[in-house]
């Protein structure tokens, strides 16, 4: 049984599929520097808490590529490490099990699952092209030598980035991965993005700020397992620094005019369509406290709010409402989308790909 170790470890499963001088690879994002990258690769995944190998390995090989497999050998056990500068202390850690699948039965061809672009049977010397990522040459050389080492050590070494093709900055960047990692209960993710970030120079009180944020959209559980995971790194907690009470339904109701402009009466008659308590509550408690304070400025917590509903799923319109606020707000259409990108896959197939189709309907 895995379990995840706080210090930012996951155990992965792969598949090998070969055929007639052929392997199977998909084109998928992995996170590089916070951001979503596509990149060639076995399929395969993070093998959740509680999971076999095995398992793991024939779930997501069927999210991925669309047939429930048959798990061969154990071909190849590959230990990880992600530093952002040689010698530095890891970001985090990985253990990768590369187990052998059989061609797809008879008549079933492989189909792209939510988070795949594309998957295809490729020469195998172009596989060793194709994939090209620092944690992939233990795999290139079990392609070349099938009777080499299998067990292989990976200190992948990558620079922070210099966000050259986002449309926000490192800071932004740092806390749109923290927000998303937080909002679905990723700890591991939550404690090395909170790590990364100080390092770069963010400040404790944004990333503070940004966990208060989850509160209002995934609610107090994952907010507290968020700080309990951050806290380490950010030392002793601030004051909290709030307004008088009485002031958070007034200073809320101003903030929710601010982000839902000319349609605030329309959006709060729904709310109290839904409950006749709801227009208050939402006043006092999600925008007066919380979305009003002001440690962050408007446009980037709802870009957060893009970012954290897009990591959690299935609540279309309300994520098509934060879009909107953030444009409205002055963010611009690059920025929510970028705010989607940076979603880790980690969050669930299907979720960034759900988003951007929101995106297409603005």
Not at 74 to 90: C, N, T, Y
Not at 161 to 184: I, K, N, S, T, Y
Not at 259 to 265: E, I, K, L, R, S
Request: with cysteine.
């Amino acid at each position: 049984m895995f379990l995840p170790d706080p210090s930012g470890h996951r155990d992965v499963a792969l598949g090998l599929c070969r055929t007639a001088g052929k392997v199977l690879l998909v084109l998928n994002a992995r996170s590089a520097q916070g951001t979503a990258v596509r990149c060639w690769d076995l399929p395969g995944g993070t093998v959740e808490p509680g999971e076999n190998v095995e398992a793991a390995l024939a779930r997501e090989w069927e999210e991925e590529v669309g047939w429930r497999p048959t798990i061969g050998d154990l071909q190849l056990v590959v230990e990880g490490r992600k530093r952002p500068a040689p010698g530095a202390p890891p970001l985090y850690s990985w253990r990768a099990f590369v187990f052998d699948v059989p061609p797809p039965p008879f008549g079933v061809m492989p189909t792209p699952g939510p988070e795949i672009d594309k998957v295809e049977l490729v020469r195998e010397a172009d596989a060793m092209m194709r994939m090209t990522a620092p944690y992939q040459a233990p795999v290139r050389r079990l392609l070349q030598d099938p009777g080499g080492r299998r067990y292989a050590e990976v200190d992948w070494i990558e620079a922070p980035a210099d966000d050259a093709g986002l449309p926000f900055d490192a800071r932004v960047r740092h806390l749109l991965v923290l927000a998303a990692a937080a909002a679905v209960g990723e700890a591991s993710l939550v404690a090395s993005q909170t790590a990364a970030a100080l390092a770069s120079g963010v400040t404790a009180a944004d990333l503070e700020e940004t966990l208060l944020q989850i509160v209002p959209y995934a609610g107090f559980p994952r907010a507290l397992a968020a700080f309990a995971a951050a806290r380490p790194h950010l030392g002793s907690a601030a004051p909290g620094g709030e307004t008088p009470g009485a002031a958070w339904p007034a200073g809320g109701a101003a903030a929710f005019r601010a982000v839902y402009g000319d349609t605030t009466d329309r959006v709060r008659a729904g709310l109290a369509g839904l409950h006749p308590l709801l227009p208050a509550w939402t006043f006092e408690f999600a925008y007066g406290r919380v979305l009003a304070r002001p440690g962050l400025d408007l446009v980037t917590r709802e870009l957060l709010g893009v970012a954290i509903l897009t990591a959690m799923g299935r609540a279309d319109d309300a994520l098509l409402g934060h879009m909107r606020a953030a444009i409205r707000a002055g963010a611009s259409r690059e920025a929510v989308t970028g705010a989607v990108s940076v979603v880790p896959a980690s969050a669930g197939a299907g979720k960034r790909a759900a988003a951007r189709e929101l995106l297409e309907r603005m």
